[in-house]
Nanobody, 123 residues
Framework: VQLQASGGGLVQAGGSLRLSCAASGLTFSNYDMGWFRRAPGNEREFVAVIAWSGGSTGYADSVKGRFTVSRDNAKNTVYLQMNSLKPEDTAVYYC?????????????????WGQGTQVTVSS
């Protein structure tokens, strides 16, 4: 199984980025897909999740209303649209996959992880 995250970069506060995560080696439509991030000195934290069907989503309070998670099961890809970025959003962003079910906000419940993509927001 491979999860390849891309789309990170350097952006000014208030700007936007779109992260992508391409999955291979698994039946993508059977997996909930999550986004997590880790800032320097911090633990990995939940950002967003989308259910296997795309029928439900969840967000951390810190990103709600600014970030949008979506998926294209035909392309085996999950996206994270990030708008109104803030310096505190600076982190390495990871996509992850877990077989559909409960516990989507805990990184311990995820089976597969991507390599991460750096997002840096300057003030």
């Amino acid at each position: 199984v491979q999860l390849q995250a891309s789309g990170g970069g350097l952006v000014q506060a208030g700007g936007s980025l779109r992260l992508s995560c391409a999955a291979s080696g698994l039946t993508f439509s059977n997996y909930d897909m999550g986004w997590f991030r880790r800032a320097p000195g911090n633990e990995r934290e939940f950002v967003a999740v989308i259910a296997w069907s795309g029928g439900s989503t969840g967000y951390a309070d810190s990103v709600k209303g600014r970030f949008t998670v979506s998926r294209d099961n035909a392309k085996n890809t999950v996206y994270l649209q990030m708008n109104s970025l803030k310096p505190e959003d600076t982190a390495v962003y990871y996509c992850a996959a877990k077989f559909r079910g409960y516990g989507s906000r805990s990184p311990r419940n995820y089976d597969y992880w991507g390599q991460g993509t750096q997002v840096t927001v300057s003030s």
